[in-house]
C-alpha cells in the first residue's frame, strides 16, 4: 500500500474525530525516542482563526486553511526540564545537541504518525516551512522556551486523487560499505529521468529556466534566501533557549 | 500491530537480504520529502571489520557488531549539489538551513523504513547516538562535504521478545490550541506512573540517586557533556560544510 502514498492537500469537508487523532498520536508513541524522554509536543489546530494565524508562516499554502486539522510537531524539552526541577534534578537541555536530540525525536514520531493515518485512509502534507518561519508559529501557538517547532502537518480526509511522483533510483540513494561518490556519468544516470518528464520540462519552461536544476537554485531555494533563514533559524533557537 | 512495536537489539545468525533491504529502502521512498529532492544517503555496513570501526562511535553499545547489517541515514545536499553544478546552476546548500532540511528529509525516510521493515518482522534498534560522535562516523564511512551522518540503525531477524517499555499518557504530549503549560501538579500525573515502575525504582537505588530524573541528569545525559558535544557537533557541522 505504501508504494502508493501521496500527498493530499485538498480535504473533503467530513471532519477528522478528536478520538481518532488522539488514538493515533497514542499509538505513534511506540515510535523510539531518546532515553524514553518523548522529548516532543504536538499542538492540535481546529479553530478556523488559528489557521489564518498560521498560513502565513506556510507562505499561504491552501491546505493549511482548507484542512480540518494542522498539527504542528515541536522538539519539547520543556517538559523534562520541568520534570527534573520538580524532582531535586538539574537540568542541562539548553544546547545545541539537545534540539537535535528533540528535534530527532519529533520528527520520527511525526513520520510514523503519518504512516499510521494513511493506513487509516487519511491524507497528509508534509509542509517543510515550519522551520522558515519559525518565529511566527512560535508566538501563535504560544511555545514557551525549550519547545521549539519542527514540522508541521495537514489531515483531513482525501478529496484528490493525484498522480505518483517521480523518485530517484535507489542505487542514487544506497552506499556499500563507504560513500560511492557521485560522477558526472552517474548524477546523469540518476537525474535524466526525473528532466525527461514532461512534468518537469513544462516546469523549465514556464520559468524561463535552462535546466531544472536552475528551477530549484535560482527560483525555489536560492542561496541568498536560505542565508537569511538560517540567520533567522539560529536566532530563534538562541531565543528558544537551545543555542 | 504497531501498539506492540518494541526496539529489537538481539538478532539471529540469520541473513537479512540485500535485495530484501533494497525493496524496502525503495519503498521508503514514498516519504515525503522537500521539493522532491530527497536530501539523504543511506550508507550499509555488513563487513565485520566496518562494524568495528563504527562501534566506538556508538559508546561500544553490542547491537553495532551484533547486528547482521547497520544502516546509517545521512542529511546529503552534496548529490543535489553536484547535480545542479553539473546542470549550469548555482547551488547555495551550504548553510545551517539546509542542514536541518536535509536531517529532516534523512530522519522521516529511516522512520518510513523503519516501520516497513518492522511490518516484515524484522527488528531494528534507533541509536541515538550517531550525532554523539559524528567524525568518527564521518572517517569510518567516508562522507565528504554536505553528508552528515543524523541517524543509524541496527537491522536483523529478532532473537529477543523484551517486554514493552512504558510511555507518558498522550495528553502529556497534545496541545489543543495553544501550548498548556505544566503545572507541578500536571508534571506529578504524568510522571508519577513511570517513576513508580518496579523497574525504575530498581534504577535509581542501583545510582544511588534519589529521584529518577537524577539519573537522567547527573549520569545518562549531563550538562557538561551535553554542552561539550554540542560544541563538537558544530564543529561538524562547519566542516562537512553546512555553517
Chains 1, 2 share one sequence.
Not at 509536543?41 to 479553530?47: F, L, P, Q, Y
Not at 560522477?183 to 531544472?212: C, G, M, S, W
Request: hydrophobic share 35%; glycine share 4%.
Amino acid at each position: 500500500m505504501f508504494n502508493n502514498r501521496k500527498t493530499i492537500r485538498k480535504y473533503t469537508s467530513k471532519e477528522v474525530s478528536e478520538d481518532l487523532i488522539r488514538t493515533l498520536l497514542e499509538k505513534a508513541e511506540r515510535t523510539p525516542t531518546m532515553g524514553n524522554l518523548q522529548l516532543y509536543s504536538v499542538v492540535i489546530t481546529r479553530e478556523a482563526e488559528k489557521k489564518v494565524q498560521l498560513a502565513p508562516a506556510h507562505f499561504n499554502q491552501p491546505m493549511v486553511t482548507g484542512a480540518p486539522v494542522v498539527l504542528t510537531f515541536c522538539a519539547d524539552f520543556r517538559r523534562t526540564t520541568l520534570w527534573a526541577e520538580n524532582r531535586k534534578a538539574m537540568p542541562g537541555y539548553d544546547n545545541f545537541l539537545s534540539f537535535l536530540n528533540a528535534a530527532t525525536d519529533a520528527l520520527l514520531y511525526c513520520q510514523t504518525f503519518c504512516n499510521l493515518a494513511e493506513e487509516e485512509g487519511l491524507g497528509t502534507c508534509f509542509l517543510g516551512t515550519t522551520i522558515y518561519n519559525p518565529q511566527s508559529i512560535i508566538k501563535t501557538l504560544g511555545l514557551p522556551r525549550l519547545v521549539m517547532p519542527v514540522a508541521t502537518i495537514t489531515l483531513g480526509w482525501p478529496d484528490e486523487n493525484p498522480p505518483l511522483t517521480d523518485r530517484l533510483p535507489i542505487d542514487s540513494i544506497i552506499h556499500n560499505e563507504t560513500y560511492n561518490d557521485y560522477t558526472p556519468a552517474r548524477i546523469d544516470t540518476f537525474y535524466t529521468p526525473k528532466e525527461q518528464l514532461e512534468e518537469n520540462k513544462h516546469f523549465v519552461e514556464i520559468n524561463h529556466k535552462e535546466t531544472l536544476a536552475q528551477v530549484f537554485t535560482d527560483l525555489r531555494y536560492t542561496k541568498e534566501a536560505n542565508e537569511a533563514i538560517s540567520e533567522v533559524l539560529l536566532k530563534t533557537l538562541k531565543e528558544q533557549g537551545f543555542m
